[in-house]
C-alpha cells in the first residue's frame, strides 16, 4: 500500500547549527502534510503544516518544504537547540481509496542535539 | 483552552482481558481519531468519530472498537487483549483547518 517514509531514522547535529529532516512521500493525491515534534513519554506535538498548493511555508524556527515533483518534504529547524531534541514525524492527511481523511505517518527521525 | 485529555494515563491488563480507553477533545472539536503506536509499526491510524458516527476505519480486528458521545468526548474497546496489543494508544482531535492536535496517549502494556 502506499506510505510515507523518512530517509534518516536518526540525526545528530550540533547546537546552534540547522537540522533539516526528510521524508518521501508516494500518495500523489495527497494534498496536506504534517510535521510533529514526539517527546518522549508525550503524545506527538503539531509543529507545522503545509498543503499542496504551496511550496514552502515558514513558521518560527521553522521551515518546511514541499516538492510535489518527487513527493519530498523536508523540515528544517534553525539554530537547533537542546529542546528540540525528539522524534520527527511527517505526515500526509490524504485519502487513500476512502473518502475519509486520516493522517499516515512516516516511520519518525530521532534528532538529537549535541552540546 | 485546554489540550486532548486522555485517561487512564497507563493501564496494566492480562491477556483475554478487555480495556475502554477515554479521550476527552478539545472543546469545539467535534472530531476524534484513534492512533496505535508500537516500536515496530509506528503510529497506525485506528478509526475516526464524527458526530458520533464513525467516519473512517484502519485495517484493525474487530477486536477493536470505539464510540464517540454528544458531548465529542470518544471511548475505544479493546477486547480479549493479547500482547501484540501492548502499545501507545493516542487519541486526536481536529480542528476546522483539518489540523489534529493528540493528547499524552494511553500506555497499555498486556502481560
Known amino acids: 500500500g502506499e506510505n510515507v517514509g523518512l530517509h534518516l531514522p536518526t540525526l545528530s547535529v550540533q547546537e546552534g547549527d540547522n537540522s533539516i529532516i526528510n521524508c518521501a512521500y508516494s500518495?500523489?493525491?495527497?494534498?496536506?502534510f504534517i510535521w510533529y515534534k514526539q517527546e518522549s513519554g508525550k503524545g506527538p506535538q503539531f509543529i507545522i503544516d503545509?498543503?499542496?498548493?504551496?511550496d514552502k511555508r515558514q513558521g518560527q524556527r521553522v521551515t518546511v518544504l514541499l516538492n510535489k515533483t518527487v513527493k519530498h518534504l523536508s523540515l528544517q529547524i534553525a539554530a537547533t537547540q537542546p529542546g528540540d531534541s525528539a522524534v520527527y514525524f511527517c505526515a500526509e492527511n490524504g485519502s487513500p481509496g476512502g473518502s475519509a481523511r486520516q493522517l499516515t505517518f512516516g516511520s519518525g527521525t530521532q534528532l538529537t542535539v549535541l552540546p | 483552552k485546554a489540550g486532548v485529555t486522555q485517561t487512564p494515563r497507563y493501564l496494566i491488563k492480562t491477556r483475554g482481558q478487555q480495556v475502554t480507553l477515554s479521550c476527552s477533545p478539545i472543546?469545539?472539536?467535534?472530531?476524534v481519531s484513534w492512533y496505535q503506536q508500537t516500536p515496530g509499526q509506528g503510529l497506525q491510524f485506528l478509526f475516526e468519530?464524527?458526530?458520533?458516527?464513525?467516519?473512517n476505519k484502519g485495517n484493525f480486528p474487530g477486536r477493536f472498537s470505539g464510540r464517540q458521545f454528544s458531548n465529542s468526548r470518544s471511548e475505544m474497546n479493546v477486547s480479549t487483549l493479547e500482547l501484540g496489543d501492548s502499545a501507545l494508544y493516542l487519541c486526536a482531535s481536529r480542528d476546522s483547518t483539518d489540523t489534529q492536535y493528540f493528547g499524552p496517549g494511553t500506555r497499555l502494556t498486556v502481560l
Open positions: 472543546s469545539g472539536h467535534r472530531s
Open positions: 468519530y464524527f458526530s458520533e458516527t464513525q467516519r
Open positions: 500518495n500523489s493525491a495527497s494534498d496536506y
Open positions: 503545509i498543503r499542496s498548493n504551496m
